[in-house]
Nanobody, 126 residues
Framework: QVQLVESGGGLVQPGDSLRLSCAFSGITLDSFALGWFRRAPGKEREGVLCISKSDGWTKRRDSSQGRFTISRNNAKNTVYLQMNSLTPEDTAVYYC???????????????????WGQGTQVTVSS
């Protein structure tokens, strides 16, 4: 059984940092691109960052996410999202996801992904 479990969310103040973690079980991460997505209140789920399965190549949705960094540790079956200089606009439920791929690419479209976590709430408020 495949499980993805996010952790590290919470309530923080503007300007703070958070690191989200996503622990995988039931799959071997070597064959999967990994992604972080988020859904803000009243909005559609959107891609934030993804990372390829092999060489660590990453893609971000737009330059505003230069504050965010994705990384992976296949030996620990974990993917991370480091978020710095958080703003209230970053408030959302954050999801990790895994996309089985034959190539060394990653995408930020939700329907590419095969497995999803349940999400972790991040709230940025003063």
């Amino acid at each position: 059984q495949v499980q993805l479990v996010e952790s590290g969310g919470g309530l923080v103040q503007p300007g703070d940092s958070l690191r989200l973690s996503c622990a995988f079980s039931g799959i071997t991460l070597d064959s999967f691109a990994l992604g972080w997505f988020r859904r803000a209140p009243g909005k559609e789920r959107e891609g934030v960052l993804c990372i390829s399965k092999s060489d660590g190549w990453t893609k971000r949705r737009d330059s505003s996410q230069g504050r965010f960094t994705i990384s992976r540790n296949n030996a620990k079956n974990t993917v991370y999202l480091q978020m710095n200089s958080l703003t209230p606009e970053d408030t959302a439920v954050y999801y990790c996801a895994a996309d089985y791929r034959d190539d060394a690419d990653c995408e930020l479209t939700t329907n590419e992904y095969d497995f999803w976590g349940q999400g972790t709430q991040v709230t940025v408020s003063s």
